[in-house]
C-alpha cells in the first residue's frame, strides 16, 4: 500500500494530478451466497465452492421425523428446492445425502441409544437440462429406501435396534463438469 501510494506521488510530481477513477477499477459487487434456504443451512463450502455441503437439523419431538415414510414426503419439497437453487446457480451438479438415525433398543432392563450415519453409495450427476424435478425426487426416494432397508436388515438379523427418528440430513452438492472430447 505504502509502494503504490510513493509511486502515485512521484508520478503526480512529474506529470501533475492524476485523475481518480475508482469507479473504473472497481468489478461488479461481490452477491452473497445464500447460507439458509427453507431449513437447510450452509454446513460446508470447501476447496472454492467446488464441494457445498447443506444440514437440515429436525425436531425430534415431531412425529413426522421419526418415520422415514413420513420423513420422506415432509421434506421432499425442501429438498428439491434446495437442489433446483444449486442447478441454478452451478449448472449441472453431482448430488449425494447423508442422513443420522438415532436407534434404540432395551437391553437388561436400561434404555441403549445409537447413532448411525447413512450415506449415499454414488453421487448421482443432475443435469440443469431437462426434468431435474423428477430426478430429485427419484435420487431422494432412493435415498430413503436404501435407509429402509438396511434398517429393516438390521431387524431381521436380530439387533433389537428400532429407529427412533431421523435429526440431521445432509445434501452434498458439487458443480459438475464433464470432460469434453478433444481433436487430435
Do not use: C
Amino acid at each position: 500500500m505504502a509502494a503504490a501510494r510513493y509511486s502515485q506521488d512521484v508520478l503526480e510530481e512529474f506529470f501533475g494530478e492524476i485523475p481518480r477513477r475508482e469507479s473504473e477499477r472497481r468489478g461488479e459487487p461481490l452477491i452473497p451466497l445464500p447460507n439458509q434456504l427453507d431449513e437447510f443451512v450452509l454446513n460446508r463450502n470447501d476447496f472454492g465452492e467446488t464441494l457445498r455441503e447443506w444440514r437440515m437439523s429436525n425436531d425430534l419431538t415431531n412425529p413426522r421425523n421419526r418415520d422415514i415414510h413420513l420423513f420422506e414426503r415432509d421434506k421432499m419439497e425442501k429438498v428439491v428446492n434446495l437442489v433446483q437453487s444449486e442447478i441454478r446457480r452451478l449448472g449441472n451438479i453431482r448430488l449425494s445425502f447423508q442422513a443420522q438415525v438415532n436407534f434404540t433398543r432395551e437391553r437388561n432392563g436400561e434404555q441403549q441409544e445409537s447413532k448411525y450415519f447413512f450415506k449415499d453409495d454414488t453421487a448421482d450427476v443432475i443435469m440443469a437440462r431437462g426434468n431435474t424435478r423428477e430426478a430429485i425426487e427419484e435420487k431422494f426416494s432412493g435415498f430413503t429406501s436404501s435407509m429402509e432397508g438396511q434398517i429393516e436388515n438390521w431387524n431381521e438379523q436380530g439387533s433389537g435396534w428400532d429407529g427412533d427418528g431421523i435429526p440431521i440430513l445432509y445434501a452434498q452438492i458439487a458443480p459438475y463438469d464433464p470432460l469434453g472430447g478433444g481433436s487430435y
